[in-house]
Structures are given as structure tokens and as C-alpha cells.
């Protein structure tokens, strides 16, 4: 499950649980679509436990896509899924402020 919220030039996607295949291309798609509309974006994954692995190519696919909160096991799940060159942030406000 995920929460949008946007301030100004900014979404933030909360996710919550487990994020099945389903849920991570929902959520790619709604970071593809606010990157497109020149929106940064980032991904609080601090409240998720595990993610479908084979997701994770989809967030590569979202260019300036930022992660913020990921465990170590979930960064290792994302990389294992096709996500590198995602960037990794310890938390969302690291993520908003980095250059």
C-alpha cells in the first residue's frame, strides 16, 4: 500500500507492508508521471518490510527516482531486481535536499 502526497515540486510516496509487483508498478507509474511533470520525487520504503524484487526494474526506469528509509535487506532487494543506479537516501528529508 502507498500514500501520495505532494507539497510544492515534490511527491512523496509513503509504502506501507509489503509491496507486491501490482503495488511497485503503481507506484512507478505514479513517480513516472509526476517526474514527467518536472516534480521530484521519493519513496518513503521506512514502514515497508518486503518488496517483489522483480519490481525493482521498474523504479530504474523512473529517472531521478529517489528511495529514502530502505532497510539494508530492502536495498539489497532492489539491486538484486534489476534497480541499480536508483539513489539511496536514510531518510526523506536527505532525499529532498540532496543535489
Do not use: K
Not at 19 to 26: C, F, G, P, T, V
Not at 46 to 54: G, I, K
Not at 55 to 80: F, H, Q, T
Not at 86 to 99: I, K, L, W
Amino acid at each position: 500500500m502507498h500514500v501520495l502526497r505532494e507539497e510544492t515540486g515534490v511527491t512523496v510516496l509513503r509504502c506501507f507492508g509489503e509491496l507486491s509487483l501490482a503495488e511497485l508498478a503503481s507506484v512507478a507509474a505514479a513517480s513516472a508521471r509526476a517526474r514527467a511533470s518536472g516534480r521530484l520525487v521519493v519513496v518513503d520504503l521506512s514502514r515497508v518490510r518486503h518488496l517483489h524484487y522483480a519490481g525493482a526494474s521498474l523504479l530504474r526506469e523512473v529517472p531521478g527516482l529517489r528511495l529514502a528509509g530502505a532497510s539494508r535487506y530492502l536495498r539489497d532487494l532492489v539491486l538484486a531486481g534489476g534497480g541499480y543506479g536508483v539513489e539511496f537516501h536514510p531518510y526523506v528529508a536527505d532525499a529532498m535536499r540532496a543535489g
